[in-house]
């Protein structure tokens, strides 16, 4: 057993929050490039050896793993998507026998089966040590009281952060999701600092605090780390405001382990991806071919250290894109931005690309609007009409319906202005939206359903 | 004198102007007046209550969006030209009505613009109610 960590023993990085690993995370790039090719031609190998899907696809592309070439990229190598995971459910991925998985974790899967993510020994500790980046680069550390809301279970959010916190020192909480009010009780009377959670909990959390007339003051926290779900920088300041905190972005995804692919450093300008462990490209989501730094495609990922269920090219299906330029907190980690949106969320709405993170985007401008809205697509004869579902609160209702609709069209013109297409809104009552203590339900396409 | 109306939110879906008054008669609230404009989602409701503040705590705790406004009940004899009067009285100051209803017996529930204006205008001419006479009447 390594010595108990203690705060002063970490290295604080540019940006004020602490390395965990500072040789890995601030790796030179040339140096990185040599990690991430041996990395990968071992992945490749254990593929190859022990996943006959794999030997497969390597086979028939006649690629030969020992002798990949390609530094820092993978162009030539074969695509995995969710569809062959779910094709090969449920352990037909491992590369290690079943009896050789310490744990397994499965993803919602509301339609046909889960995908089904299995895990060694060697792999939980190395999500641990991922997650514990996540929350030292915040400047959560040993003595802080982490508040785990994420769902506990076959959800990766739960134990990942679990995990993590507890390899960081910090005493975690591992109060799950649900129960507003136990969550703001335990908080108070505990002194929890760090919190973890979805973001359209944490804004739940804000307005269940501002309900029981709680100030951001009267509450604990200081830093939040925040996922599994899209969310925007005008929701971040939201939730830092409802809860007095600076609110951080995690990304991951049960495919490559769950949370600790990427995150957030104090500047708050994109998220780090643990390059030495996970190889991201972006690419064109319908032709496939890359697309230059800078520009959106779809995150591609390959695991570099993962030995129960390695992944070659997985589709992550998130849209967003990369930079290389180095971070002022100086990691040396690419940085992804906030995904804009999936790749098979796009809406198609009378021909025209609708992502729903745009939408959401004109809707955090407006101050007046609660951050809960629901979108909601439907074909009316042969035309699809778009709703946005919005509450009215005091700041919206005035007086008279000229005020209720003045609103209205401002809202419309606004949403024409970015999406070019016609959305009508929808004046709800406060508290009709249905609330998610989980992910956010913010599309209900009914074209789906006729 | 001035009467503090309170207005209500609502979406339009069946049962719901129900569910509302039933929470006002269930906490004692006996409704004076009251007036819907409709639309085809939403509409709003506004009402003369006694205690126009606490009928807005209790529908603010049953998380209803609520405002409350400032309005004329205005006692209007029941006869020929008697509604007329009055706003003859008002067209003639050029204040102009936004809205109005009648409330219970022969009274008059006026949102105006200029409302201080209408009212020291009104003084003296005709019978005005105050907040404590709407919870009496």
Known sequence: ?450 | MKVTQLTVFLENRSGRLAEVTDILGREGINIRGFSTTEAAEYGILRLIVPDPERAREILHKEGLTTHLTEVVCVGVPDEPGGLARVLDLLAEHEISVDYMYSITFNYICFALHDIDRAVGLLEGKVEMLSNAEVGAL
């Open chain 1, 1 to 450: 057993m390594s010595p108990a960590p203690t705060r002063e023993r970490l290295t604080v990085d540019g940006a004020g929050g602490f390395l965990w690993e500072p040789a890995a995370e601030c790796l030179p790039t040339p140096e990185l490039g040599e990690l991430q090719m041996a990395r990968l031609r071992a992945t490749l190998q254990l593929a190859h050896d022990n996943v006959p899907f794999y030997r497969r696809k390597l086979d028939e592309a006649g690629i030969d793993p020992a002798g990949v070439e390609c530094h820092g990229r993978a162009q030539d190598l074969p695509f995995t998507t969710k569809i062959d995971l779910r094709d090969h459910y449920p352990f037909g991925m491992l590369a290690l026998s079943r009896e050789e998985v310490v744990t397994v974790h499965c993803s919602s899967g509301t339609t046909g089966n889960p995908v089904v993510v299995g895990y060694s020994r060697a792999d939980v500790s190395l999500w641990a040590a991922l997650i514990a980046r996540t929350l030292a680069a915040g400047g959560v550390g040993p003595g802080d009281m982490l508040q785990n809301a994420f769902g506990y279970g076959l959800f990766t959010g739960g134990l990942g952060l679990h995990h993590g916190g507890e390899l960081l020192g910090c005493t975690v909480l591992p109060i799950s999701g649900g129960n507003t009010e136990r969550q703001l009780k335990l908080m108070r009377d505990f002194g929890a600092t760090a919190i973890s959670c979805t973001p359209s909990y944490a804004l739940h959390l804000a307005e269940g605090a501002r309900d029981r007339g709680l100030r951001p003051q009267d509450l604990p926290l200081r830093v939040g780390y925040f996922g599994a779900e899209p969310w925007t920088n005008e929701m971040r300041l939201q939730i830092e405001d409802g809860l007095g905190i600076d609110a951080l972005d995690i990304y991951g995804l049960s495919e490559m382990g769950g949370p600790g692919v990427a995150f957030e450093c104090r500047r708050k300008a994109g998220m780090h991806v643990n390059e030495d462990h996970y190889l991201a490209e972006i690419v064109d989501p319908e032709t496939l071919e890359s697309v230059p730094e800078g520009e959106i495609g779809e995150l591609v990922i390959t695991t570099l250290s993962r030995t129960a269920q390695p992944l070659i090219r997985y589709r992550t299906r998130d849209l967003c894109s990369l930079t290389y330029e180095p971070c002022a907190c100086g990691r040396t980690l690419a940085r992804m931005t906030k995904p804009v949106g999936r790749s098979d969320d796009m809406l198609i709405i009378r021909g025209v690309n609708v992502f729903p993170s745009q939408i959401e985007e004109v809707l955090m401008t407006i101050p007046e609007i609660e951050p809960h809205y629901q979108i909601v697509v439907d074909r009316k004869g042969h035309l699809d009409v778009v709703e946005v579902w919005i509450e009215v609160g005091e700041d919206i209702f005035g007086e008279t319906m000229g005020q209720l609709e003045t609103f209205e069209r401002m809202v419309q013109q606004k949403l024409y202005s970015v999406l070019n297409i016609q959305v009508k809104v929808r004046l709800k009552e406060p508290r009709t939206i249905a609330r998610s203590e989980g992910k956010a339900v913010r599309v209900v396409d009914r074209r789906k359903l006729a």
